[in-house]
C-alpha cells in the first residue's frame, strides 16, 4: 500500500524528533475520510481521530497539522499500543500526557517554526 501523501509530510516532520525510539512507520497507516463518524455525540468537537494502524478525517480539507498530530498518536501507539488509548480513560483528554505530546509535535514542526537561521554572508 502506497501512504498517502498527507501522511509522507506528516512523517517528514515527526522524523525530527527524537522522543520515541523507532521513527513512525507508515507503510500500513491507512487514512479514511469519515464525516459520519465526527456527527457522533463524543467525536463532534473533533477533526480527526487516530487509531494503531490509521486516521480518520473529518474531510480532505484537513490541515497538514492536524494530520500530524494523528499520526504522532500512531506513533505513540506503536510504541504503547494499550498503554496509550487507555490513558484517556485515566487521564481524561485535554491533560492527557500523550495529547500533550501530541500538540508540542505539531508545534515543533511548524515549518514557520523550523526554518533555519540565513546565515550571515
Ligand atoms: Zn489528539
Same mark, same amino acid.
Given at each position: 500500500m502506497r501512504p498517502d501523501p498527507r501522511v509522507v509530510r506528516a512523517k517528514e516532520r515527526l522524523d525530527r524528533l527524537d522522543w520515541w525510539p523507532r521513527p513512525v512507520r507508515i507503510d500500513r497507516v491507512a487514512v479514511f475520510v469519515t464525516p459520519w &463518524? &465526527?456527527? #457522533?455525540?463524543?467525536f463532534r468537537r473533533f477533526d480527526g481521530h487516530a487509531f494503531h494502524v490509521g486516521m480518520l478525517l473529518r474531510s480532505d480539507g484537513v490541515s *497538514? *497539522? #492536524?494530520?500530524?498530530?494523528?499520526l504522532c498518536h500512531v506513533w505513540q501507539m506503536q510504541h504503547h499500543p494499550?498503554?496509550?488509548p487507555l490513558s484517556y480513560l485515566l487521564s481524561g483528554y485535554w491533560n492527557n500526557p500523550y495529547e500533550r505530546q501530541a500538540r508540542a509535535a505539531v508545534a515543533a514542526t511548524r515549518p514557520t517554526a523550523a526554518a533555519p537561521s540565513v546565515r550571515p554572508l
Open positions: &463518524f &465526527f456527527r #457522533l455525540p463524543w *497538514d *497539522d #492536524l494530520v500530524t498530530h494523528e494499550i498503554r496509550m
